[in-house]
């Protein structure tokens, strides 16, 4: 064996060991949650738990819109900076990484003290209190989703952007005649779906994993029933997060089907 | 009334201090196809990007078919284009990208169809409608981006340097598809590139560009005999440059390193005054001693010789100076040696007189 192929895959083992290990350890540790058996009781228990299903579909409702919100608003956004405005885009980029320096709870608090008054201007009420009802909860919830994923979603969407040729395809489409909304939803948004679908994943990751801002706006989330699981069980937390990177696994080999030929069609654009 | 003109146009963009375009004025007929040629920068493309509507001018207007464009969005001026990198849209097939300009423009299922079939028999793509571009060759690429320019009936189109990322062959091939495919649906085209070859071979004229200005507007024939100012004879062929001392203007007598030549015309210079001149290299000849009195001469040392295969490429010094010459390859014929002192002839018409900046350092290209 050549000595740089020994070395390779030492390191490459000594990777997997330390990302797998810890995996197994949970794993064989939620099977073991009756005495002397190694069975799925904590997983049965879990999925039993009505609690589960109810945060659990709640999770994933709010991931989908806030999905939905992320691409409406960043692909518009990243679009027109790498089209018009490429001077902005360390503005940009600087504003999408304030995520990872303001903590989540300074943007609940921040929210709850915000929103939590209706805005009046003079007699002229602009918008209600948003936490009386749980709708408007939810639309706050969400807003902090999109915030949170901003910086996933984003890098997603501009390096997908900067593998295309945006502004050949915009003028392209331009002078076949086709407006802005048909170059948005007909050439660039079909053509970031492997960016869109990668962003979409890790949006999904963070929201259904999200315990701070659910807690603190008192919506019923998957992560706060996990933490709260986990204050009074030992084996279903760790069935659900089994659960959890199962489910994310399984996005991921979804994504690979789904984009699989989509970098070959990229690079015709160019 | 032109089809298309282009009046006093401007081009100032606010992060440059020179115009990329200046004094532009352009008419173009029906049906015409005109070339704008010039090396990168000098506002070939600018130009035809405010033809397109993708740059609006500073200053200056454009009409196309009587209607005045100079503000309208390039999405309503029905003005096809093709693109250096194709511009293709990926995700969608051979037909689809034909017929996305009619869907756009929302004709019914039952025009598009055909249409997009007409189009891909127009440039022999049948087979390859259900294809997706990456799937194709470049060449390929490039002539659906042209079926899809064409298949909205634009007034005009445009062609932004197509064939430049494709090989030389498929280059000479598709280049005359293009002007087949023109003549064939009669659409007026404009035409950028910077290869002169290009533009001579498809161009009814040629609109030869520099440094934002345009330095000559004739047929290709007009732009490659009788360029009427420096650049445009030192970009377009292979020129030979020199230096000539006005010796009687109104009889067209020149001295080249102290050696007379006539040329066909009378100089518009005073005398003792100096001028740029050139040669083209085809007008040149080895001097055989017969040439009547007409024929101008030149004296020099070969001073290298090269065998290009079909043709012998001779550089000969006079003084200063120097003077390329291709004569066809003879294999009964000794090559001139190095160091032989040789004669040149060619005709008073040959002499080309330059206008603008006498070039003081320059000899032969």
Redesign the interface.
């Known amino acids: 064996m050549k000595r740089s192929t020994f070395w390779g895959l030492f390191w490459v083992t000594l990777a997997a060991l330390y990302l797998f290990l810890p995996l197994w350890g949970a794993f064989d540790f939620s099977l073991r949650a009756e005495r002397d058996v190694i069975g799925f009781a904590s997983y049965t228990r879990a999925f039993a738990d009505d609690d589960f299903w109810r945060t659990f579909t709640f999770s994933n409702q709010m991931a989908f819109v806030s999905i939905i919100v992320s691409v409406l608003l960043i692909v518009p956004t990243a679009y027109w900076v790498q089209l018009k405005l490429p001077h902005l885009r360390p503005v940009v980029e600087f504003i999408t990484l304030l995520p990872f320096v303001i903590p989540a709870i300074i943007l609940v608090f921040g929210y709850i003290k915000l929103y939590s008054s209706p805005l009046e201007l003079g007699p002229l009420t602009i918008f209600p209190a948003l936490t009386n009802t749980d709708l408007s909860t939810n639309v706050l919830l969400i807003a902090g989703y999109v915030v949170l994923a901003l910086p996933y979603m984003y890098r997603s969407v501009d390096n997908g952007l900067r593998a295309?040729?945006v502004r050949?395809?915009t003028?392209?489409?331009?002078?076949?005649?086709?407006?802005w909304f048909?170059i948005m939803f007909r050439?660039i948004m079909?053509?970031l779906?492997a960016a869109l679908l990668s962003g979409a994943l890790l949006t999904f990751a963070i929201v259904v994993g999200e315990l701070t801002l659910a807690t603190f706006l008192g919506r019923p989330a998957f992560g706060p029933y996990l933490q709260q699981l986990g204050q009074h069980k030992a084996y279903e937390p760790a069935a659900l997060s089994i659960v959890s990177f199962l489910l994310t696994w399984l996005a991921m080999i979804l994504i690979y089907f789904v984009t699989r030929g989509s970098n070959?069609?990229?690079?015709?654009?160019? | 009334m032109a089809f298309l003109e282009l009046s006093k146009v401007r081009k100032q963009f606010s992060n440059v201090a020179a115009p990329a375009v200046q004094d532009f004025n352009l008419s173009v007929e029906r049906g015409e196809f005109v070339s704008f040629l010039g090396p990168s920068g000098c506002g070939k493309t600018t130009t035809l990007r405010m033809i397109a509507g993708f740059e609006h001018p500073t200053v200056g207007k454009i009409v196309i078919n009587g209607k005045e464009v100079t503000g309208v969005a390039a999405n309503k001026r029905k003005i096809g284009m093709v693109f250096q990198s194709y511009a293709l849209f990926p995700n969608m097939t051979v037909a689809d990208n034909i017929g996305f300009g009619l869907r756009v423009a929302k004709r019914p299922k039952a025009e598009i169809e055909p249409r997009v079939q007409e189009m891909l028999k127009l440039i022999h793509l049948e087979d390859k409608a259900k294809r997706y571009p990456a799937q194709l060759s470049g060449g390929q690429q490039q002539r659906v981006a042209l079926a899809r320019a064409l298949a909205i009936k634009p007034e005009l189109l445009l062609l932004d340097e197509p064939l430049s990322a494709l090989d030389a062959k498929i280059r000479v091939s598709l280049r005359n598809e293009i002007r087949a495919i023109q003549r064939q649906t009669g659409v007026t085209a404009i035409y950028v590139t910077h290869d002169q070859e290009e533009a001579m071979s498809l161009s009814d004229r040629i609109v030869v560009m520099s440094e934002g200005r345009m330095e000559q507007v004739g047929t290709p024939f007009e732009i490659y005999n009788f360029p009427q100012t420096q650049f445009v004879a030192s970009f377009v062929g292979t020129l030979n440059r020199m230096q000539a001392r006005v010796a009687d203007p109104s009889a067209g007598a020149l001295e080249v390193e102290g050696q007379p030549l006539t040329a066909a015309r009378a100089v518009e210079a005073n005398r003792g005054e100096t001028i740029a001149i050139a040669l083209r290299p085809e007008m040149i000849h080895l001097a055989k001693g017969t040439e009547g009195v007409e024929m101008n001469h030149l004296n020099g040392a070969v001073e290298e010789t090269t065998f290009l295969g079909s043709i012998v490429r001779t550089r000969v010094r006079l003084r200063d100076s120097v003077i390329s010459f291709d004569t066809f390859n003879n294999p009964n014929l000794a090559l001139p040696q190095r160091g032989e002192m040789l004669s040149v002839v060619f005709p008073r018409e040959a002499i080309l007189l330059l206008k603008g900046p006498s070039a003081a350092q320059e000899s032969a290209v």
């Open positions: 295309i040729d050949t395809l003028e392209a489409a331009q002078s076949l005649g086709a407006g048909t050439i079909p053509n779906r070959a069609q990229v690079t015709g654009a160019h």
